[in-house]
Every structure is written in structure tokens, then in C-alpha cells.
């Protein structure tokens, strides 16, 4: 079970997920799956509320993540609070133009920035492993690129020198913060 109502995250962990050997659902097939409220402190508290929840009502191991975008000249922030920095019901836009709006001036060599995802692996018990990915970068002044979604057109990856958005999905899917997180999954799934 992925735990996500996340259409866009739902896709990207499907395809990082794809070669377990094993049927993924989603939470799109059980309509009466319950909205849980990410109110953690932290990434793991979040990733690991969602996947027991999950994994308790649907009898089967689910996989929970969240991601925290920790931004160093902001003090961490917005942290584990990244989906909704702009405020409840915020868009990626809403984000990521509120986080550009608090980093106007700021020079490049003072916007670095780490992606950090934690995702939970939970069974039915309550049993959790956790696992997480990073990724270093910097934040644009503007936007660049179509792909991906949430912060990825203003997250810039040095070493190739575009944002997130500018990579295809199998780029991607081969180096980000999710991607490194979802391998150490996947280790975890072939074992069960």
C-alpha cells in the first residue's frame, strides 16, 4: 500500500517501487481509508503516523513518506512543514513563490538548501522500519523547468546543474532525495 493521496507522489513512488515484485495499491482503492493528519514534529513522525494508519485499516504493509525541505539561511524552515508552507490548501506555486519571497536578496552562495525524505515500510502489528534520502542543492531566484512538482523548479542540483524541474522523470528518479529513500525500500520489500 502506498499511503498517499498524493496523485503526483503516488506516480513518482510507483515508478520507484515498480520492480519489487509485487502488486502496489494505492489509497485511491479504498475510498473509506482515513485523512491522517500530518502533525509530527519531524519527517519520521509523520512518515510513521501514516503508515501504521494505513497499514492497520488495510490489513496489508503500507509505505508511508513525507519530506521536509530544510532551507540553511531560513533556519531549517520550511522544514517538515514544506507541503503547506504558504498555508492549508496552498498550491506548489503558493510554496514555492512564498519561500522565494523570503530568500529575495539573499545571495546564491547563501541558498543552499537539503531535500531530506523519510519513508516508513509498516505491517499490519504496528512493526516500522525507516529509511532516508537527501538531496544537497541550492534555491533559484525564479523558477526554471516543466517536470516533476512541488519545489523541484526552484531546487537547483549543482553537480548538474539544473533544477529538479529540469530533469525528466527517470533523471529524477535516479538521484533525488525520494529516489535514495524508495532504493533502501525497496530492499526492505524484497525481504518480506
Not at 107 to 133: H, I, M, W, Y
Request: glycine share 10%; hydrophobic share 40%.
Amino acid at each position: 500500500m502506498l499511503a498517499t493521496r498524493n496523485p503526483d507522489k503516488g506516480r513518482e513512488l510507483a515508478a520507484l517501487l515498480g520492480d519489487v515484485g509485487t502488486t502496489i495499491r494505492t489509497l485511491a482503492e479504498f475510498p473509506g481509508a482515513p485523512e491522517v493528519e500530518e502533525d509530527g514534529a519531524t519527517c519520521e513522525a509523520n512518515a510513521t503516523k501514516k503508515a501504521v494508519t494505513i497499514a492497520r485499516m488495510t490489513g496489508l504493509p503500507s509505505v508511508a513518506d513525507d519530506t521536509g525541505l530544510m532551507v540553511e539561511v531560513l533556519g531549517g524552515r520550511p522544514g517538515v512543514h514544506a507541503a503547506r508552507y504558504a498555508g492549508e490548501g496552498a498550491t506548489y506555486e503558493d510554496n514555492w513563490k512564498k519561500l522565494l519571497r523570503e530568500l529575495a536578496g539573499v545571495p546564491r552562495e547563501r541558498r543552499r538548501a537539503q531535500f531530506v525524505t523519510v519513508a516508513a515500510l509498516a505491517d499490519p502489528k504496528g512493526n516500522v522500519s525507516l529509511v532516508r534520502g537527501m538531496l544537497d542543492g541550492l534555491i533559484t531566484e525564479a523558477p526554471v523547468g516543466t517536470q516533476g512538482f512541488g519545489y523541484d523548479p526552484v531546487f537547483f542540483v549543482p553537480e548538474l546543474g539544473r533544477t529538479l524541474a529540469q530533469l525528466t522523470p527517470e533523471e529524477k528518479n535516479r538521484i533525488s532525495h525520494r529516489a535514495k529513500a524508495f532504493a533502501q525500500v525497496r530492499e526492505l520489500l524484497k525481504k518480506c
